[in-house]
């Protein structure tokens, strides 16, 4: 847990706002007599929003952060704080994103949109194309989600359906510089994916799309299929975009926490994607191989993934991936002795959820039954939060003000 929490500490968006904003980059426009507008969106919102306020002194006097309920801590000067629904949009989504849009009227080529991005933006900032309703979204979005899709497919999709996604927000800028913050929560920080790049030229095309509606047989009526037939720009002129933290460093950090504890380590990969079950199965399977071969690593080790798996939801329990990954691995792992697995979401949040992953070792599974509870029934059924929360292997931190991919490690050995 102590490597886990150290890794996201040094993921928290502070620093990386503030490095981003050590050169200045309004000055110019200050100068001539331009103001800045702030304009943040995700879970990680609230904490960029506050260290971009601190760091110019005083030069934001506007603006609009747009977070995940609960994920707000407190106001910040003049800037409007909304909370809203995530990871399906609500009323309150349309709300804050108007406010937002509202404070782009009437900048001129002088003015900068400090635009603050981070995972969850998707869901966050929404203004549905004409003809488009929220009820649209919602569903496609649940679809895409139950469907087992990816996140570079399902913002493929939502951006489509969007006035604001796939460059568009950049576009009613008109005149003004955007500056966009990204901190990136999708692999391999496609700029056009992450939050579903509101501010950033558009990769995908048409055909991509209508192929992820056949790939996951998608219900979509007549009208949005038009929609989403609408290109998206692929150029932008008024855009400048620095790239935060990421999973790389969420990694790179569990690994010299753990390193300082004494383990050897193995940074596995930053691009795990597959299904969470799948992916606990792998984990358990290095587990195995550690404790009968010595290999890869000779324990004590600790061996680190990280990525963003995904969930085919069949059941109708309560849990998230980095909880189904955690269960998948109990099973694999069952009576091996000094031997751990915890998978968590950065964020602090696992799916609908208030927690934001799972640990477990050899005995969970034993524990499980002992408590009358079928383990491999419960993970069929994707009830994954109940499991764990019954023999309280939940890991809950709480939201953690950031939010890039998820994290796992496995230790073997020594890990009182």
Known sequence: MKVALEAIDAVLPENAVKKALESDPFKERVSLGGKIVLVA???????????????????????????????????????????????????????????????????????????????????????????????????????????GAGIVEINMIRKRLSAVKGGRFACLAGKAHVFAVVLSDVLG?????????????????????LRVIRKYGLSLRPQLLDTLREETP???????????????????????????????????????DCEAREAGAFIASIAREVNSTKNPLKPPCAIITGGETVVHVKGKGKGGRNQELALSSALGIRGLDRTVVISVGSDGTDGPTDAAGGLVDGSTIAVLEELGLDAEALLEDNDTYNALDACGCLVRTGPTGTNVNDLTILLCGDWS
């Not at 995700?42 to 929003?49: D, L």
């Not at 003015?111 to 919602?138: C, H, M, N, R």
């Not at 920080?189 to 799309?209: E, F, N």
């Open 41 to 147: 969106i995700g879970k990680a919102a609230w904490r960029m929003a506050k260290a971009a306020f601190d760091s110019l002194n005083g030069l934001i006097t506007d603006g609009v952060v747009i977070t995940k309920y609960g994920h707000s801590m407190g106001e910040i000067g003049g800037v409007e704080i909304c909370e809203a629904g995530h990871p399906v949009p609500d009323e309150n989504t349309l709300k804050g994103t108007e406010k937002a849009l509202k404070k782009l009227r009437g900048l001129s080529e002088r003015d900068t949109v400090l635009f603050l991005v981070s995972g969850g933006g998707s869901a966050l900032f929404e203004k549905p194309k004409e003809g488009v309703t929220l009820e649209d979204i919602a569903d496609v979005t649940g679809q895409l989600l139950a469907s």
């Open 189 to 209: 920080d496609r700029l056009d994916s992450i939050a579903s790049g509101p501010a950033y030229p558009d990769a995908t095309t048409v055909k991509d799309a």
């Open 234 to 272: 692929k150029e932008l002129s008024n855009v400048t975009t620095v790239v935060t933290g990421s999973v790389k460093t969420l990694c790179t950090a569990a690994s010299e926490a753990a390193s300082k504890l004494g383990y050897k380590t193995l940074l596995l990969s930053t691009t795990l």
